[in-house]
């Protein structure tokens, strides 16, 4: 199946106070590993990344060794993954949706989600909820404990066959919803999707201790 990313990277990064896509990360820009992770997973033929002329031109006019395309963005997220969606290429019949400051992303997991999306028609990695979670009240009061024996903390890639990421993200426009992910858009159309257990760092740079955490445990011998 031929088999396209799309890299989300038109965010402003208000919360970070510089550009964080840019910024170094263990010998390359935080964008640069995301797209290079993509890059070296075996099963994926083309690469849009979401983001503007100048962030595309500083960042990945090098050589890559698979088609790269670049998409403008839109005002959110959701808008900017829809943008990606109607960028791919007819022949395109699964595709993988990334967060482009995920830049801890392994190749494993990558090929690993998407065979669960060819299987299932949509796969995402997530982590396991391991602490306790409580339920509070409005003034900040812990009122009951959640069971978390069943709740997942969504990260990306999440992988789709395109007619049902299509299918998805028209009905998330006609009905004028608002989501977070691709899971949540396909859960609109009421179609599960199969978690598959991240084992890995997969850290998503936030704020500035994020990006320091990320180069700690990058630059260590456990991740080589």
Known sequence: ???????????????????????PLSGM??????????CEAQSV????????????????????DK????????ATRQESVYHGIK????????????????PMIRVEDIELCLERARKY?????????TETVKRADADGFARSSIDRSLLWFMETPQCFRVNILKRAYQNVREKKLQVTDEVSAVESIGISTS???SRHANIKITLPADLQLAAYLMDSDDWR
């Open 87 to 102: 960028a791919l290429s007819e022949e395109i019949t699964v595709v993988a949706v990334h967060d482009g400051a995920r």
């Open 121 to 129: 028609g949509a796969s995402a990695l997530g982590r396991k909820v």
């Open 195 to 197: 978690l598959v257990e």
């Open 45 to 64: 033929d083309q690469i849009y990344v979401v983001c503007s002329e100048n962030r595309f031109a500083e960042l990945l006019s090098g050589p890559f």
């Open 67 to 74: 088609p790269i395309f670049r998409v403008d963005g839109g």
């Open 29 to 38: 820009p935080v964008l640069v590993h995301s797209v290079k992770a993509f």
């Open 1 to 23: 199946m031929p088999t396209a990313a799309i890299i989300v990277a038109a965010g402003s990064s208000q919360r970070m106070g510089f550009d964080k896509l840019s910024a």
